[in-house]
């Protein structure tokens, strides 16, 4: 029963995450290049219900900030105007899916006042509304190329599992040679040969399938030692005796049990895979600005005054913690299920 | 150390009292154990006959306080003057092994495998004597001496998966042996070994407890395993005790579930409209003649072979509509054998003919296989199982076919509700209906059961060679059984061939078995004669 | 016992050979290399360049360069660094050095805690001290390993405790080898904290699934003691799997090392890597990978020798 809580919930923050992704045109209050050059490293705006005279508001609203004190990224806040909390209000231009285009956004204050929920950067970007579009690329490449692992690992696997011999031999050498190599190196070996400067979308694709081919080496072998598992049972054993074709027990038999397995694994491969987009693009061989990735945002804070004066630039990579709790959990309850089943 | 016994109640060495043993699955309790009682004195013994899940096992795990952490005990379990259900850890602990020791179900799982037999059971004596090296040699090697192994040195240097099953089950006797204890569990010691084996263990018991004055607990599902070993016997159902008395009075009850406890081929034969019904010598419908079969075999985590010979020159044949007994014991090749007969192997040399035409693979001969938790697929409901063999033929509409499966599920005494409930929804016995039901689906001449009913007790053994006989009888199918127990073994077969290493060394029919000289079948009669109680073999 | 470890070693070089051919494969698809980039030079006539070219097989079809290759190979180098002007063996070997200066501490403390640890927290399975533990894990395990090198960044940065970078300093104040260690325990620390949870997940797994098997069982129905039982009997069993993570465990500290190296700007392989693959030196970033896929090799065949020693299945075979 607990377990199936966690589940539930796992699964509801999951969806919650990519929908929000995915709308990111919309839930944003900002698009991802809008810049505001004199506002560099914003703190998270600040939302009060009270104002500067000690007056309440039933309305939350935030204060116009504007530089000042010793150095040029300390804030003030700025008691002259309030600017309400506005929903559905008119901004940026934005499309999502390529399809429907639009300029309403979830949430957001008028302008000269800017609402950076998670601070801005450098170039007084919103890092909120970055995570967004950065979530686009970061955890989509990562669900996209887990899904190609998969697909690769399922083909590799029952393959080698259904015809034995020499070709199960020749695919799990080549398996072997994908796996034994760090994974951070052979992702960035493999991408070296890889065009660098490439447009948003190409680049996209080649992230996905750099982690994909990557990443098929482990569901191979596991879907392989899930094949040979089965076909030594009986009932597999059986259903050769009432003349089964090849296709028949991998149809009925097999593929079943390989595909639980392997849908297992996906869910062990996601957060890690994700982690490999972040590294990638983090090191400089991914995403390039102005597209946003988690990874290329965190890459900021490799710079000492960042990470000793603005916290909130490592949010990306603390956004990956909840995320990945959250594929963890959802493996766990798939691998308990599919024990319990077998 | 434990208090000397003379100061107790005379004695009285273990006392059980209002004994319950509850498993909590999720939020449902189950229960195990209800209100069971008994009572033992030093140096004497008891059986615990049971149906399997009747609680023998968590029985004698309870006794010990070995239950897994989701059970819950209550009652009274008193050692000597020590009540061990509220005693410390510390306690416990030390009467585990030194007063109370347990030998489990299978040799070949409980002792570890990394480790060398000698350090194993110097462990368990260090556990509660202090003993220097020497001693702790000396000591070991006596404990194996006295278990009649004869080369206690090499033994001791041994790792389990060098020893034979039997030499196995006797380190792991000798290792609860070791510090003494009062009083020995012994939990189906039994079961996983071979008929032979399984008689030379219990012989070893026997001389031990009158040697060592041991009080036993010995727990089976087959009363001819303790009848020359115990004087009581307890019987078990439903986590209840049904009966305690002696094996004489007990034999002498009405009680249905006890008598087929006691006599299991009698109550076969109770059931039996047309006992021992011989069919007519008919045209030969499987010939083997002259199989050899070798096998390179690959060890566990290694990618090196060898040559196993598994079959040699096998000649034999079966007449239409008759049943062929193939016994020996393991690894005779009697398996193997059966594997080449429905197909799943091919032999090297020689050949197999079906009705006349050299056969490969084909539905007409069917397996039931020995492994009932493997031999369904658990995703599969019961209807889908069934009717797989018509659906890979694809015979008639699938309406039809579903209609087919009911027919069948109603034929081997299965409910035809059932057919849309998994398959790893069913007990063992309902299991080995489907699987049966599934192999007559195919519509085969030629059945071949390899060990069908090794995982059953026996009453169930009974109960399904009744329907086996009804089926085969019912579809003149020709049976080839595979086994190694002679139980039964007149009721159904014409012909016998005993196997000893890949050859076959006897071909004769079943009365024939008792007076033969050939060493390996006299092993496995004498081994069955042990086994079952007195006065069964009579009946026949 | 020769057989089984000449078997290893050449299953080791076959994985190698492969990764080689793999790596050559893949760069096929490379839109250019080194000296194509340098043709927007002014400076370089093209014929240099194609005598260049030349000199290092590159005009050759690409089994005769993989050829051309492996014999550089052969003879212990990988080949040309043409951003370095040197050979590639000369530029990574050192680097390897300090890589292995990171990792092999790391690997060896991370195993020491998390085996003793692991074990405990088996025994410890079902008990409120145990999902403690199992959450902290399984949290610690969440944590990309991109934050924990820029959090040890960060703190030797706000504390000025440990030096931001680098393997030296300029003027070492407490002679060369403290000197080394103070800059090692920042980097070792992170790679620690991002391998052992891993570690730790595998060992309480392999560990408590011994402690349900029936011979631990048995040995406890026998009045064995705790650590006895815990030490003595569960953990050689559990030792299989776990020397398989071995060889795994150090592909995959390398890994997180690569990142490391990189943040904290050590003189490893991972900023030598990144570094020619920004400039297209195909040999360096051959030779990197290469590498990269050695060690794990050796720990493996290290692995290999222990299992032997530990499992005695394993030396039955002929």
Redesign the interface.
Known sequence: ?RQRHVFSWAAWFLVTVNAAALLAGFVAPYNYETQDRLRPYAPPTRLHLVDCEGKFHFWPFVYMTRPGGESLTEYQEDCGQRFPVRFFLSGDGYTVLGLFSGHRHLFGVDLPARMYLLGGDGLGRDQFSRMLYGAQVSLFAGALAALLAMMGGLLVGSIAGVYGGAIDDLCMRVTEVIIAVPPFYVLLAVRAFLPLQVSAPVMFLEIVAVLGFVAWGRPARLVRGVVLGARE???V????????SRA?LLR??LM?LAMNAALTQMAVSIPQIILGEVVISFLGLGMSEPVPSWGNMLAQAQQYHVLTAHWWMLLPALALVPVTLAYQALADVLGSRLQS?? | MTPNPTQSTPRQLLRVRDLCVDYRF??VKVAALQNVDLELGEGESLGVLGESGSGKSSLAHAL?R?LP?DASVSGLVQFRETDLLNARAKTL??????GI??I?Q?PA????????IGR?IG??LR??ESVNRRQERDRVAGALREVGLTEPERIMRA?P??LSGGQRQRA?IA??LV?RPALLIADEPLSSLDTATQAEVLELLRTLKAELNLAMIFISHNAGAFSSLCERALVMRNGRAVACASLEELAETADPYIRGLLFPEAAFLDGCKTPASQPQAGRPLLEVRSVSKRFMQR??????K?AVQALEHIDLSVDEGATLAVIGRSGSGKSTLARCI???ESPDSGEIVLAGRKHE???Q???I?Q?VG???????TAAEVIS??LD??RKNDPLERRKRALDLMEEVGLDPDWQARPS?QFSGGQRQRL?LA??LA?GPKLLVLDEPFSGLDLALQAQMLRLLLEVQARHRLTCIWIGHDLSFLSYFARDVVVMDQGRVVEHTAPQGLRSSTVPATRLLVEASDRLHAPGVEAVS | MIRYFG?RLFHAVLVLFGVSLLMFLVQQAAPGDFLSEMRLNPQISPQALHTLRAQYGLDQPLPLRYAHWLSFVARGEFGYSFAYDMPASKLLWPRARNTLLLTVPALLISWLIAVPLGVLAAAQR?TWLGRLFSGGTSFLLAVPDVLLALLALMIALRTGLFPVGGMRSADPSHGRLADLAWHMVLPVGTLVLGSLPVILRHVRAAVSETLS?????????????QL?LLF??AL??A??PLISLFGISIAFLLSVSLLVETVMSWPGMGPLLLESILARDLFVVLGATMLSTLFPLAGNLIADVLLYG?????R???
């Open positions: 029963m049972r009986s009932f054993l059986a259903a050769q005796g009432f003349g089964a028949y009925r038999h079943p089943r077998i | 999720a939020s010990l070995l952490s602990r030390e009467i585990r092994g030194a020791a347990l489990s299978e799982l409980a002792l570890n495998p990394v480790l060398p194993q462990d368990v556990a509660h790792y998966h060098q792991a290792q609860a510090c060890r566990a985590l290694s990618r090196s060898f429905a197909g799943f693979s084909s539905p001969v069917q397996m296989f492994d493997t031999a369904l697929n658990p995703r599969f797989e063999p890979i033929a790893h699987a599934r192999a195919a | 078997r079902g098997s029936c011979y631990v069982r048995a040995a406890e129905g026998h009045g064995l003691r006895p003595r009997h050689p069993a030792a299989n530990f499992d005695p299945r394993i039955m075979e002929p």
